[in-house]
């Protein structure tokens, strides 16, 4: 709380004119900052919710999945799902920021970096086991083309955009009556 009491003070000094610029250059870049790790956070929390709309789809958020031969968590994709429905697992990262090269690295070496270690977790600890595993990305509408094409002739792997994601009334009908995204 003095944390947030000594921020909001500062604020007030900035809008008063009371700090040097390179002092008021440097708060901004904070706060922008904190605004971006807020979206994420909320895209994250916004595909959660499509996710398990409708009941069938059971998430675990940040899944530490271990590296081959190794008991420590390796990898942590945003969300491992559990559809119900369909009997498989699906690996699901969001990727709100402009860059898609960490998505797609990922998605490219899918099967070293999540499929097969977290099968046989899965296995292991007795959660499901013969499931097909695929990955799901969300990405930026602008960017949607471009994740596709990255990935053109890839098996197990689709992208959806995070803005068809986000309004109930648009996808209400397709989530439920398809599944997820194929």
Known sequence: MEKLIAFMREAVRIVAGELPPARVCLWKE???????VFMEALAEQVIAT????????FIVPQYGIPAPGSKGDWSC????????????????????????GPITTKAKDRERQWFT?????????????????????????????????????HDRVAFVSIESATFPWDYWETRIGEGLPR
């Open 30 to 36: 904070v706060g922008w900052r904190s605004t971006v």
């Open 50 to 57: 499509y996710l398990t709309r409708g009941g069938k789809v």
């Open 77 to 100: 994709p945003d969300f491992v799902a559990l559809d119900f429905e369909k009997r498989e697992v699906v690996v699901v990262e969001v990727a709100s920021g402009a860059d898609l």
């Open 117 to 153: 270690p977290l099968r046989q977790k899965l296995k292991d600890d007795g959660v499901v086991d013969g499931w097909e595993i695929r990955f799901l990305g969300f990405v930026r509408q602008h960017n949607l083309d471009k994740a596709r094409a990255a990935l053109t002739g």
